[in-house]
């Protein structure tokens, strides 16, 4: 691992890349180890390894805290455990720019039974990532504190071009419409953020009214 981020910087150094490595986090004793270990040979800084998952056990979450407060990012996937978790970094004065929430849309997600022997599969859905701030926000806290978390904290991490994740002029218009709905109109039924339209540089992809087609897709 040591070997492999220090690869992986050059490389970001040399193409203009972030350089990054993302370690899939499981739950042995181990926990992140070999994380604090490819840092301490390597000497490539904290923000060049990212831990994802970081939410599967609560001794991986205190990990992740304690990579968090060593100047780490970390990754937290938007599964139903998500906003207690981050909830949990919060209130610990972590570094709410180093945490970024990830949906995992459309990976696997295998069903074990309690001998963990394979019995199926599932998915991760996309809408997961609208889920988790919905829950943010009957949480009390506002939009401006929870976004960052999907948009401009993951775009930094990676160090994407032409200020992705964020609204800037000139930026790439990859733009997330939302109604911000009142605890009136809550309270008569559906979430408190409703996704209405998605522009994808600038072109409509979704609306009330029609769905963008993929070039492999019936129209």
């Not at 070999?34 to 800084?45: N, Q």
């Not at 696997?108 to 829950?135: E, T």
């Not at 605890?183 to 953020?193: E, I, N, P, T």
Request: hydrophobic fraction near 40%.
């Amino acid at each position: 691992l040591a070997t492999l981020a220090s690869d992986a910087q050059v490389g970001g150094l040399l193409g203009g890349k972030a350089g990054v490595v993302y370690c899939h986090m499981g739950s042995n004793h181990q926990l992140m180890e070999d994380l604090w270990k490819a840092v301490g040979i390597s000497g490539v800084s904290y923000t060049q390894i990212i831990p994802t998952h970081v939410g599967r056990t609560p001794e991986l979450e205190k990990a992740a805290a304690e990579w968090l407060a060593a100047g780490g990012y970390a990754d937290v996937t938007a599964n139903a455990d998500a906003p207690r978790v981050v909830d949990s970094f919060i209130k610990q004065g972590l570094a709410q720019d180093r945490i970024t929430v990830s949906s995992d849309a459309y990976g696997s997600l295998p069903k074990f039974d309690a001998q963990k022997r394979l019995v199926g599969y599932n998915y991760a859905r996309p809408n997961l990532l609208l889920r988790f701030l919905n829950n943010m926000l009957d949480m009390g806290y506002d939009l401006a504190t929870v976004l960052p978390f999907v948009t401009r904290n993951p775009a930094t991490a990676l160090k994407l071009p032409r200020e992705k994740g964020r609204l800037v002029e000139g930026g790439d218009a990859d733009v997330a419409v939302m109604t911000l709905r009142s605890d009136r109109q809550v309270r008569a039924g559906g979430d408190r953020l409703q996704l209405r339209y998605l522009f994808n540089k600038g072109t409509l992809a979704l609306s009330p009214t029609c769905v963008a087609k993929g070039m492999f897709e019936d129209t």
